[in-house]
């Protein structure tokens, strides 16, 4: 569905990528996971035309979708939901929604996506008429999800969904998640509670200096002790190319 | 009591057209984060623009009108973002706020060089003819330069509220990066503002140069007065601006009528101190936020 080809960017001057390589299939969810500033968000942002790409190429179902702006992204089924607060803080809940399909030609249609969104999330429709920036931060969390899905994405790129959020609330987060999987929807996540995310993932991908240092079954890299010794300071010695698929 | 009405409605003209300069300031503090100090100039300009219209190009005045209203779109919206906002803005607001005094300099003595030193007559819009207003005798013009006034910030308001382009601008002056990645064009977002501040500029000056005449130095005391009127109402609010206008344009009139005309330029100043003192975020605004 995603692949990511030896993609290499950064931001100006400076590479973050290194060649980043992988590809997820359709309707799973998969969570990056890594050291800080082993470049996840910078993958996502790569992917939705947000900075420079020196080389390398992202496809979509086939078809090669490298540097094209956030508004071709959407066009081809990508949303993205950036790591902290991304209302917009004075506008409604419900116009804050209507923005999830500002790009959309046909603005009935978005309208009766935004009732359909707010049957998925009955808070959304509860507090409609009141201003973003009133709402509880997993309100607002799920504010941003529900306006992700307005334009029924076929992929959601989502970074650290469970930042900022209650326990019960990102248990929430991530039971939606997996209920928009089983939908078809394919997720690519980035999420610093890694055992919580892989243990809700179908797939795993373990990025470090910008590179795929591991790309397996979530459940294998839940198990795997290279990803612990990551995870405690160290570095992936003996990550083998068959591990970077 | 009828030379209190006429006094009061009378200030609320001239207040309400310094609202508009002052949305100016409102708009593109939230599209550039920036201050615009050549503000009160983008009020004169226009002026002339019409006069050149009517003297150079032999229009009549309303065709005039709409030819000053577009070539300040082109020159005070458009070239403005493209040829000193974009340039400078990647070097900080306060190279940005500099370049705009430079800017209010530039403007003034262009005009005073190239077209006249000396005030100059501009028609009239309304009749200033008396009219009977609940046993005050109120002029025509100034009636109607209130109801023009709060017309257009009528319009502007259910502009940016009750339409998508409007809420789109909203959004890339809130929180551009989530307008961005929401698919919202946030840099012609941002040219919008700038064509609406320079649109609001020019209708203010069809509005107050027929009582003020057309004249290179006009731009400072409207700059200054409509400055404070937004800081008064609330920099980050639009109908801040508009509350700060009117009430520097009645607190004016009342003390110049009933206390003492001597001093009246100083009554903006006091007003700004104790805004600034008692509510820094000025009566309207939020001590946070961007909105529009």
Same mark, same amino acid.
């Given at each position: ?7 290499v ?6 590479t ?11 309707g799973?969810?998969t969570?990056?996971i ?20 020196e ?8 078809q ?5 702006t956030?508004?071709?992204?959407i066009a081809?089924?990508v ?13 409604s ?13 046909d ?10 969104v707010?049957d998925?999330?009955?808070?959304l ?8 920036v009133?709402?509880s931060?997993?309100?607002?969390k ?31 987060v991530f039971?939606?998640?997996i209920?928009l ?15 919580a995310?892989?243990?809700m ?14 790309h ?12 612990g ?9 003996e990550?083998s190319?068959?591990?970077a698929? | ?20 300069a002052?949305i100016?300031?409102?708009l593109?503090?939230q599209?550039?984060q920036?201050v615009?100090?050549?503000?009160g ?17 032999g229009?009549?005045f ?7 209203l577009?070539?300040s ?8 973002k493209?040829?000193?906002?974009e340039?400078?803005l ?10 705009t ?39 025509i013009?100034?009636? !109607?330069? =209130?109801?023009?006034?709060?017309? %257009?910030?009528? /319009? ?6 009750? &339409?998508?382009? *409007? $809420?789109?601008?909203?959004a ?7 307008a ?8 012609r ?12 500029a ?5 509005l ?33 601006a508009?509350v ?17 005309a001597q001093?009246?330029?100083? !009554?903006? =100043?006091?007003?700004?101190?104790? %805004?600034?003192? /008692? ?6 605004? &939020?001590?946070e *936020? $961007?909105?529009?």
């Amino acid at each position: 569905m995603l692949e990511l080809r030896n993609l290499v960017g950064g931001y100006g001057k400076i590479t973050i990528l290194n060649g980043v390589s992988f590809s997820i299939p359709k309707g799973t969810i998969t969570t990056m996971i890594g050291p800080n500033g082993a470049g996840k968000s910078t993958v996502f942002k790569a992917i939705f035309g947000l900075l420079k790409i020196e080389s390398g190429n992202v496809l979509i179902d086939g078809q090669d979708v490298t540097r094209q702006t956030p508004r071709q992204m959407i066009a081809h089924g990508v949303t993205y939901v950036p790591q902290g607060r991304n209302i917009v803080p004075q506008l409604s809940v419900y116009h804050n929604l209507e923005l999830g399909g500002v790009t959309a030609p046909d603005q009935d249609k978005v309208k009766q996506r935004i009732e359909t969104v707010m049957d998925q999330f009955p808070m959304l429709r509860e507090f409609r008429n009141r201003k973003a920036v009133e709402l509880s931060g997993g309100q607002q969390k799920q504010l941003e999800v529900a306006r992700a899905l307005l334009l029924d994405p076929k992929l959601i790129l989502i970074d650290e969904p469970s930042i900022g959020l209650s326990p019960v609330l990102v248990q929430e987060v991530f039971k939606t998640l997996i209920r928009l999987r089983d939908q078809g929807v394919t997720i690519l996540m980035v999420e610093q509670n890694a055992k919580a995310a892989l243990a809700m993932s179908d797939y795993g991908i373990v990025l470090e200096l910008g590179q795929t240092r591991m790309h397996d079954k979530a459940s294998n890299l839940l198990v795997d002790p290279r990803v612990g010794q990551l995870f405690l300071g160290g570095h992936v010695e003996e990550a083998s190319p068959a591990d970077a698929h | 009591m009828s030379q209190f009405l006429q006094v009061l409605l009378s200030g609320l003209a001239t207040g309400s057209i310094y609202a508009l300069a002052a949305i100016g300031f409102a708009l593109v503090w939230q599209a550039a984060q920036t201050v615009n100090f050549a503000q009160g100039e983008f009020v004169m300009v226009p002026a002339f623009f019409v006069l050149i219209g009517m003297g150079f190009f032999g229009m009549p005045f309303w065709l005039a009108l709409a030819f000053g209203l577009a070539l300040s779109m082109l020159v005070l919206g458009y070239a403005f973002k493209k040829l000193i906002v974009e340039p400078i803005l990647p070097h900080g607001g306060i190279t940005l706020i500099i370049a705009t005094m430079a800017l209010a300099i530039l403007l003034k003595e262009t005009v005073k060089e190239s077209y006249s030193a000396e005030a100059q007559p501009f028609p009239a819009l309304f009749s200033n003819a008396p009219m009977n207003f609940f046993g005050a005798a109120v002029s025509i013009q100034d009636i !109607l330069n =209130l109801i023009v006034s709060l017309s %257009i910030v009528v /319009v502007l308001t259910l502009f940016l509220n009750r &339409t998508r382009t *409007g $809420r789109s601008m909203q959004a890339a002056a809130q929180n551009p990066a989530v307008a961005e990645i929401l698919g919202v064009n946030v840099k012609r977002m941002v040219l919008y503002t700038f064509l609406i501040n320079a649109a609001l500029a020019s209708l203010a000056a069809f509005l107050i140069t027929p009582v003020y005449l057309a004249k290179f130095s006009n731009g400072e005391t409207i700059g200054l007065i409509a400055f404070i009127a937004a800081i008064v109402g609330g920099f980050n609010q639009i109908r801040g601006a508009l509350v700060g206008g009117l009430l520097i344009g009645v607190l004016d009139n009342l003390t110049a009528t009933y206390v003492t005309a001597q001093y009246r330029a100083a !009554l903006p =100043l006091v007003l700004l101190i104790m %805004i600034i003192l /008692v509510r820094p975020q000025g009566i309207m605004g &939020t001590s946070e *936020g $961007r909105s529009v």
